[in-house]
């Protein structure tokens, strides 16, 4: 497809459990962005990449919550020891990376930790 | 036990009528401003941008415009019609490439 594709488009996990939830951006774009979206709230930044490095990872709330981009493409958020609070709507977006300023959002993958 | 959560301010208007959705930014060194409408279960639309150089953009029915002076930005829907009916996020380029999102407001288009 020609928009940015999450995987899964839910995951329900028990409180404890490891998470992994993957982006596919839009071909040829270099900036990958991860937001996450609570019930009633506007999207919240964790962390951005340029190419495979993170840029900007102040966003991300503690350590149990890590991103990759290894090749530049396919990115991968992973939760640790997921936490009830935890649950919420990871969005990811790419743009070209020209700082044109228009983010290219997924539809999102709803967690939720029982 | 009742579950606690934000409340969108909301905004309910008649197909056909102008919407005006109104976000207040925080961030007097922004230089890019952005639009997104997100219908439920789905994620965030652009909508229209402005940079800070400009105080009025118009695209397709809709216009932005930007106040520097008291950080305030708006939406102008013109005409709208049901498929409008989504929240609308305001969103500010702080630093670097990262946006930070408004709250939202939730528009209702009544038939």
């Known amino acids: 497809g020609a928009g940015v594709s999450q995987t899964p488009s839910n995951k329900v996990t028990e409180k404890g459990k490891y998470v992994e939830l993957r982006c596919d951006p839009i071909s040829g774009h270099t900036a990958l962005y991860w937001y996450r979206q609570s019930l009633g709230q506007g999207p919240e930044f964790l962390i951005y990449f340029q190419g495979t490095g993170a840029a900007d990872d102040s966003g991300l709330p503690n350590d149990r919550f890590f991103a990759v981009r290894p090749e530049g493409s396919v990115s991968t958020l992973k939760i640790q020891r997921t936490e009830r609070g935890d649950s919420a709507v990871y969005l990811c977006?790419?743009?070209?990376?020209?700082?044109?300023?228009?983010?290219?959002f997924g539809e999102g993958s709803r967690l939720t930790v029982l | 036990g009742e579950s606690v959560g934000l409340h969108l301010p909301t905004l309910s208007v008649q197909e056909g009528d102008n919407s005006i959705i109104n976000c207040a930014y925080s961030?007097?060194?922004?230089?890019?401003f952005i639009w997104y409408k997100q219908e439920s279960g789905k994620g965030p639309q652009f909508i229209i941008d402005i940079r800070s150089n400009m105080d009025k953009r118009q695209g397709q029915r809709v216009t932005v415009l930007l106040n520097k002076t008291v950080k305030h930005l708006s939406l102008q829907i013109a005409a709208t019609q049901p498929g409008d009916s989504a929240v609308y996020f305001c969103?500010?380029?702080?630093?670097?490439?990262?946006?930070?999102f408004g709250e939202g407001t939730q528009l209702t288009v009544n038939p």
């Open positions: 977006a790419s743009s070209p990376g020209d700082l044109s300023g228009e983010l290219f």
């Open positions: 969103a500010e380029r702080t630093s670097g490439s990262r946006l930070t």
């Open positions: 961030n007097s060194a922004s230089d890019y």
